[in-house]
T-cell receptor
């Protein structure tokens, strides 16, 4: 299976900050990478797929980049409802695996 | 709008089986595959498996192979996930989630999710 890692595991930030999360794959996944946001008690929400394509209705302050084995999710000008946990997911393989998550909490 | 509605929470004993349903609406069920993902309390997301709603083909996570069965009933637009020989570490929220794309030969991220079903395994 393709293994996914994320850094950092937790991130302390303030409203208005720019934050970046990194996701790495154990082998090349080209651009077959998605990012999800999960708020407490809720199902995950798809934000970005194909590494950089914004899902419908996702605000433009979210952006993704990368290819191969290293990817980033950037949130510009953090808003109160962005404090959540973010997961990357590879779908290059039938056995779609998630990263361990990055929790953004308020400083 | 597209909805995936799951069955309710269950408490069950070690060694038993559980079957969770995921009833879909407002789209053509056989166009998009359905996945199951679980999340132990306070933990991350674990993909469990996938079913093609077009032909019933399945893929399962290797660590669950032999204990999990995913099925689909096209007449009711409902997918099911059955997990057998339950252990305490199977206690988790179980989610169904729809493939973003419709080509049955491709793999996709998940655009619509059910609300989650809490399965508690306890003696």
């Amino acid at each position: 299976d393709i293994q996914m890692t994320q850094s950092p595991s937790t991130l302390s930030a303030s409203v208005g900050d720019r934050v970046t999360i990194t996701c790495r794959a154990s082998q090349s996944i080209k651009n077959w990478l998605a990012w999800y946001q999960q708020r407490p008690g809720k199902a995950p929400k798809l934000l970005i797929y194909e590494a950089s394509t914004l899902e419908t209705d996702v605000p433009s302050r979210f952006s993704g980049s990368g290819s191969g084995t290293e990817f980033t999710l950037t949130i510009n000008s953090l808003r109160p409802d962005d404090f959540a946990t973010y997961y990357c997911q590879q779908y290059a393989s039938w056995f779609r695996t998630f990263g361990p998550g990055t929790k953004i909490h308020m400083k | 709008q597209v909805q995936l509605v799951q069955s309710g929470a269950e408490v069950t004993k070690p060694g038993a089986s559980v079957k969770v349903s995921c009833t879909t609406s407002d789209y053509t069920f056989t166009t998009y595959g359905i996945n199951w993902v679980r999340q132990a309390p306070g933990q991350g997301l674990e993909w469990m498996g996938w079913i093609s709603t077009q032909n019933g083909n399945t893929n399962y996570a290797q660590n669950l192979q032999g204990r999990v069965t995913i099925s689909a009933d096209t007449s009711t637009s409902t997918a099911y996930m059955e997990l057998r020989s339950l252990r305490s570490d199977d206690t988790a929220f179980y989610y169904c989630a729809r493939d973003l794309g419709s080509y049955s030969g491709g793999t996709y991220p998940f655009d619509y999710w059910g609300q989650g079903t809490l399965i508690t395994v306890s003696s």
